[in-house]
């Protein structure tokens, strides 16, 4: 009956059923594929963790922290230099934090094999310029600078050092010889003297001296040295400036 019923349609009402039909069940199965994609998508989303920072922990600890989120480490067997991180910790890290993982992905660490080993060159009676010019050079540090003074040795040259030659290190310590030593004064007592006068005393004995005036001081007459740096009984050398603040 539903036959005859069909046959009895148009052509044209019977062409438009069809297309409906066909267009209700492409949606059903567009509908189907876009449901079963959401859902695997949330479903990997769930099963998904954000991978933490590790870079400056040991292996152990970092295997720890990735267990409790189902993760796993690998350790990249070459170890590589930094003068950053100690060694024997983590210096990179894959993936990078921050990004999300799934449960049983193994996160890849390279360890550091900390600082970069130089071999620390000669520098014993090399000038203290050319000696800190070659170690910065080669990549050192240097730690500190120790003075003597000695007739023994050409002034401003390195007379030993720290470590030894030819010995890995990325900091160095040197002896520089800065020759005779200066001659020494006692620092007078010059307050309540004219300044020009004291300075010029002073001055015959090789120092030198600023004098440099100050406000008026009541009772003193002007030109007065009110005070002195270094005070008196300092020891002083040629290489030391003297000031003498005068009143006005």
Same mark, same amino acid.
């Given at each position: 009956?539903?036959?005859?019923?069909?046959?009895?349609?148009?052509?044209?009402?019977?062409?438009?059923?069809?297309?409906?039909?066909?267009?209700?069940?492409?949606?059903?199965?567009?509908?189907?594929?876009?449901?079963?994609?959401?859902?695997?998508?949330?479903?990997?989303?769930?099963?998904? @963790?954000? &991978? #933490?920072?590790?870079? !400056?922990? %040991?292996?152990?600890? $970092?295997?720890?922290? *990735?267990?409790?989120? =189902?993760? +796993?480490?690998?350790?990249?067997?070459?170890?590589?230099?930094?003068?950053?991180?100690?060694?024997?910790?983590?210096?990179?890290?894959?993936?990078?934090?921050?990004?999300?993982?799934?449960?049983?992905?193994?996160?890849?660490?390279?360890?550091?094999?900390?600082?970069?080993? @130089?071999? &620390? #060159?000669?520098?014993? !009676?090399? %000038?203290?310029?050319? $000696?800190?010019?070659? *170690?910065?050079?080669? =990549?050192? +540090?240097?730690?500190?600078?120790?003075?003597?003074?000695?007739?023994?040795?050409?002034?401003?040259?390195?007379?030993?050092?720290?470590?030894?030659?030819?010995?890995?290190?990325?900091?160095?310590?040197?002896?520089?010889?800065?020759?005779?030593?200066?001659?020494?004064?006692?620092?007078?007592?010059?307050?309540?003297?004219?300044?020009?006068?004291?300075?010029?005393?002073?001055?015959?004995?090789?120092?030198?001296?600023?004098?440099?005036?100050?406000?008026?001081?009541?009772?003193?007459?002007?030109?007065?040295?009110?005070?002195?740096?270094?005070?008196?009984?300092?020891?002083?050398?040629?290489?030391?400036?003297?000031?003498?603040?005068?009143?006005?």
């Amino acid at each position: 009956m539903v036959r005859c019923l069909l046959n009895r349609m148009p052509f044209g009402a019977r062409v438009w059923r069809l297309g409906k039909g066909v267009a209700l069940l492409a949606a059903l199965i567009t509908t189907f594929f876009v449901s079963l994609a959401v859902s695997m998508r949330m479903a990997l989303r769930a099963g998904e @963790v954000t &991978v #933490p920072a590790l870079a !400056g922990v %040991t292996a152990s600890d $970092a295997t720890a922290a *990735l267990a409790d989120l =189902g993760l +796993t480490l690998r350790v990249d067997d070459a170890a590589r230099p930094d003068d950053r991180v100690p060694a024997g910790r983590i210096m990179q890290q894959d993936p990078p934090a921050g990004i999300g993982a799934r449960r049983q992905r193994s996160v890849r660490v390279w360890l550091s094999a900390g600082p970069r080993a @130089v071999i &620390v #060159p000669r520098v014993i !009676g090399q %000038t203290e310029r050319t $000696a800190r010019i070659r *170690l910065e050079q080669g =990549g050192m +540090t240097i730690a500190a600078t120790s003075e003597v003074h000695s007739t023994d040795y050409p002034p401003d040259t390195v007379i030993a050092q720290s470590p030894e030659p030819d010995t890995a290190a990325t900091r160095v310590r040197l002896l520089v010889n800065r020759g005779e030593p200066a001659i020494a004064y006692v620092m007078p007592d010059v307050a309540g003297t004219a300044g020009e006068q004291a300075a010029d005393a002073l001055r015959q004995q090789g120092l030198r001296v600023a004098v440099v005036a100050t406000l008026p001081v009541p009772n003193v007459p002007p030109g007065t040295v009110t005070q002195q740096t270094p005070a008196a009984g300092s020891r002083v050398s040629a290489t030391d400036i003297v000031s003498l603040e005068v009143s006005r």
